[in-house]
């Protein structure tokens, strides 16, 4: 083999390991969920491995609804809905029974008043978009397989959930 054909096998493989990765990944991690900008490298931990992603935004009158899917491997993937809930309803009391179905929710400090679990989130603050009091909800539902390491999964989510929140807040139409 020559310099040059030994030079072309470095440069084949090189390529071939950064698409292929050790997470098992064969597609690119979204930069934006919900028609907002996201950071891919706190969401690439939540999304499973796989061949292919697929997305699918969907505006409603008051938030929105996404899903990131996985195609392939385990597949699975993140589903993120977030709202403009009225002055007087509690979204966490709404959504308690589906928080516990997410398993184990804890109180973290995100937001005005949250709930972090095994395979999800709520996240509440205030939001005041057009002079209206309102409540901002996030809910974030991982529907990947659970990992053996929930604890690392549950970190992951929260740094997720730091990150994304003042721009998905931002992008519901809620003042700072």
Do not use: W
Not at 65 to 87: F, H, L, M, N
Not at 130 to 135: H, N, R
Not at 156 to 172: D, N
């Amino acid at each position: 083999m020559n310099r040059t054909s030994a030079s072309l096998v470095i440069v084949a493989l090189a390529i071939t390991a950064v698409g292929c990765g050790d997470d098992g990944r064969g597609y690119a991690v979204p930069e934006k969920v919900c028609d907002t900008k996201v950071d891919p490298d706190l969401l690439a931990p939540l999304l499973p491995g796989g061949e292919e992603i697929h997305q699918r935004d969907v505006p409603r009158e008051h938030g929105a609804t996404c899903d990131v899917s996985v195609q392939g491997g385990d597949g699975g993937g993140v589903y993120i809905k977030r709202d403009a809930v009225p002055e007087g309803d509690d979204p966490l009391k709404v959504r308690e029974d589906t928080l516990i179905r997410y398993g184990n929710p804890k109180r973290v400090d995100i937001g005005d008043d949250s709930r972090l679990a095994d395979k999800g989130a709520l996240i509440t603050t205030s939001c005041a978009p057009e002079g209206k009091d309102t409540t901002f909800a996030l809910e974030v539902y991982l529907s990947s397989p659970t990992p053996e390491d929930v604890p690392e999964r549950r970190k992951a989510l929260e740094r997720f959930l730091r990150s994304y929140l003042p721009t998905a807040a931002k992008a519901q139409g809620c003042r700072s």
